[in-house]
């Protein structure tokens, strides 16, 4: 795989799950600065390097964001800050707006008011935006249907994104992600993932709250699967697409729980709730347009939850 190198690289939302990943593994070629207020991220996530620029900001100061924009002329941009928890998104849209849409549109703008030149923009939508449209596998020309705040901002800023790059020359692509899962993945915030839930409920002998009889599906993808996408769409030469990053099959929660028990050799707890409002039953990608570029994942979900537990382990 081609890599990013000797390039100066912004990921906001740096130290969250996603994009502590990415910094791992483009920090020793790289300068990387990564912006994040830690509401979700934890500083600990990042790798100890004088590669490494960290500034505690909001992407909503957009004095800030403008200022370092213009002053570090970025060679690489990767939009992954976000208030990712559909919950919080319904509880406070007008103020979880501001940061999932808003502040990304002032980071275009910047780049096109000063004609900023950088190599390639990336934006991280969701497979929420799909919503609960029957159709599946879930196309890129799906229809769409958020159900949620957070899945109306990540649509409508994927729609920014693209367009500002046709209209304004500006190099952008965007991906949907579907379940993304992995080291780093903190059980105790708001939007964590379910697996890391469960992993962590397992291993403490906890009891796992399960919202619905545990058959809805996802396509859960491994966090190595996802940044070495990321990576290979930065240095590629596509443009304006929108692109699905999943694994293209189907899993239920069912068989998740089932297959951590297997591993670890342990009994899940498990306390049955009322589904939550906005929630998807079902959901898994048509991953044909991505594979068109050389994606290949390399993790199924046994593999991946056994890396996933090694790692967790070392």
Known sequence: MDRISNSKVLITGGAGFIGSNLADTLIEDNEIVVVDDLSMGKI???PKSNHLHFFEHSITDYEFMNKLLVEWEFDYIFLLAAVASVA??????????????????????????NRLSLKKLLFSSSAAV?????ELPKKETSPIDPLSPYAIDKYATERFVIDYGELYGIPTVATRFF???????????PYSGVLSIIFN?????AVFSLYGDG????????????????????????????????????????????EFENILNKKL????????????????ADITEISKTGYRPAFDIHNGLQEYIDQFYK
């Open 44 to 46: 600990e996530n990042l």
């Open 88 to 113: 919080d998104t319904v509880k406070r849209p007008l103020e979880t707006h501001e940061i999932n849409q808003n502040a990304n549109i002032n980071i275009l703008e910047t780049i096109r008011v």
């Open 130 to 134: 799909y919503g609960n449209d029957p």
């Open 179 to 189: 379940n993304v899962y992995g080291p780093k993945q903190n059980p105790s915030s």
């Open 201 to 205: 409920c397992v291993g403490k002998d």
């Open 215 to 258: 058959n809805q599906t996802r396509d859960f993808v491994f966090i190595s699967d996802v940044v070495n996408t990321l990576v290979m769409l930065m240095v590629s030469n596509e443009e304006h697409k929108v692109y699905n990053v999943g694994t293209g099959v189907s899993i239920s929660i069912n068989q998740v729980i089932e």
């Open 269 to 284: 707890k498990i306390n049955y709730r009322k589904i939550r409002s906005g929630d998807i039953k079902n959901s898994y």
